[in-house]
């Protein structure tokens, strides 16, 4: 049997950008996307958002990647038809989609509403979908997703500061709910001052709570304190700051992905506080296990979320008028944008404009 080509497995042709190899080179890219199902939506893409999972993926980092591989998982756009079962969005509604287009539906997970921790749960791009076929993301200028996993765009967000929420903010927003860090008058940490980093500072000043910002870099402090509101500020690589902070934060939302030790940031921690790792180092980081004990602290994680959660968070950030700080640049920047994105030249997000600039590519 002859494998079918990229633009030929389905009926309604799309197009987007690719990268074919681990060079993570991304190029112009043909193929399709399935018929509108009885409960699909089918969308025209406007907006996404670059992650730095986008850079782990395409030059295959995490080692599970395949090519050709369009990447995104920020996605926002206008419906455009909707299956004959669909109940939740009807044509020119405002929507998007995340990190996932698929669970099982049934398992303890999925019934709690977190779909996210699904062992099934299927990627937005570079995963097999029900049918076998690849699932292509967001740098593109269509997407056809079971209403399930599309989120409601309220009107007052602009659609271009929307689209870095669905990974972004959602990563940040549910574990500061999980472990009960967004009661008022609570001090929260935030290690890193990136795309994930910014958004747990507003996230938590909405939510009423005292952030200080942990970073390796002292020229962040004004931006962080005077911009975003953050209370204070801590240079992590300064042993007299660290020292004078020891046992003063209730708990540390850790959005840094780099290799970076965990014995000062759980010293930062008071009894009973809880350091969570949002952040996804390619190699395993040292955990002291001595401090744990003499504090009966916790170390933890938190993945996306689900997609009642997602809902949830985005209609927050409606209510409390809570935007990422972005950059927004045509498709044709993008490789630029990787580059950057690897030197951390970014405040805070990339946002492409697919709507506007995806045609003259073609």
């Not at 986008?54 to 038809?81: A, C, R």
């Not at 990563?171 to 958004?199: A, E």
């Amino acid at each position: 049997m002859v494998a079918k080509l990229p633009e030929e497995e389905h009926p309604n042709q799309s197009f987007g950008w690719a990268a074919r190899d681990q060079t993570g080179h991304l190029s112009p890219f043909k193929f399709s996307r399935r018929a509108t199902g009885e409960k699909d939506v089918a969308f025209k893409v406007l907006y996404c958002g670059m992650c730095h999972s986008d850079l782990h993926m395409v030059k295959n980092e995490w080692g599970f990647s395949t090519y050709p591989l369009v990447p995104g998982h920020e996605i926002v756009g206008v419906v455009t038809v909707v299956g004959s079962k669909v109940e939740k969005f009807k044509v020119g509604d405002k929507v998007g989609v995340g990190c996932m287009v698929g669970s099982c539906r049934s398992c303890d997970n999925c019934t709690n509403n977190l779909e996210n921790y699904c062992p099934e749960m299927i990627l937005t791009y570079g995963a097999k979908y029900y049918d076998g076929t690849t699932t292509y993301g967001g740098y593109s200028d269509s997407m056809v997703v079971d209403e399930h996993f599309v989120v409601r765009i309220p009107d007052v967000l602009p659609l271009d500061a929307a689209a870095p929420l669905l990974c972004a903010g959602i990563t940040v927003y549910s574990p500061l709910r999980y472990y009960g860090l967004d009661k008022p008058g609570m001090h929260v940490g935030v290690v890193g001052l990136g795309g994930l980093g910014h958004m747990a500072v507003k996230f938590a000043k909405a939510m009423g709570v005292k952030v200080t910002v942990i970073s390796t870099s002292p020229a962040k402090k004004q931006e962080a304190v005077d911009r975003l509101g953050a209370d204070s500020f801590l240079v992590s690589r300064d042993q007299d700051e660290i020292k004078a902070a020891m046992g003063t934060m209730d708990g540390i939302i850790d959005t840094v992905s780099a290799m970076h030790p965990l014995l000062p940031l759980i010293g930062l921690l008071k009894s009973s506080g809880k350091l969570v790792l949002v952040g996804a180092p390619e190699k395993p980081l040292e955990l002291p296990v001595f401090p744990l004990l003499m504090g009966r602290k916790l170390v933890g994680g938190s993945g996306i979320g689900g997609m009642k959660e997602t809902q949830e968070m985005v209609d927050f950030a409606a209510k409390n008028g809570i935007t990422p700080d972005i950059e927004v640049i045509p498709i044709e920047y993008v490789n630029t944008a990787m580059d950057r994105m690897l030197k951390a030249d970014v405040r805070y997000r990339f946002v492409i404009d697919i709507a506007n600039t995806i045609m003259s590519t073609q």
